[in-house]
């Protein structure tokens, strides 16, 4: 289901934005003039990507700095620093991303 979230001007380049569908937190960011949507929970913990960075098509986790591709969702990178962790804590799954687009001065997102 499609649903209008905001108008293109509530969604500058360069931004972010954290709103609720059906009960879900979804960020949605317009990076060098791309928009991107993803659930707001991080997939290794769960903590809130709307207090990490988003580098062009990246977003690194505010909370253990974990690197994720906008594009596919992927785990890209972990840093050095956690090397000494077990195994298990560094597993990751991968950013959950929702279809997003633009028309006519509004932004939509399926689910
Ligand atoms: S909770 Fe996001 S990197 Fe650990």
């Not at 098509?57 to 253990?64: A, E, F, Q, R, V």
């Not at 000494?84 to 950013?95: E, R």
Request: aromatic share 8%; proline share 5%; net charge positive.
């Amino acid at each position: 289901m499609e649903y209008k979230v905001c108008n293109s001007k509530d969604l500058p380049n360069n931004s972010m934005k954290v709103i609720s569908i059906q009960g879900s937190k979804i960020l949605m960011c317009r990076s060098n003039n791309r928009l991107f949507a993803l659930d707001n929970s991080c997939p290794h913990r769960g903590a809130s990507l709307s207090k990490g960075e988003i580098k062009e098509t990246k977003i690194i986790c505010y909370m253990h700095d974990f690197e994720y591709d906008l594009i596919s969702g992927k785990l890209l990178h972990i840093p050095s620093k956690w090397n000494d962790q077990n195994p298990n804590w560094t597993k990751s799954g991968n950013l959950l991303l929702f279809p997003i687009s633009e028309k006519n001065g509004e932004i939509y997102i399926r689910l």
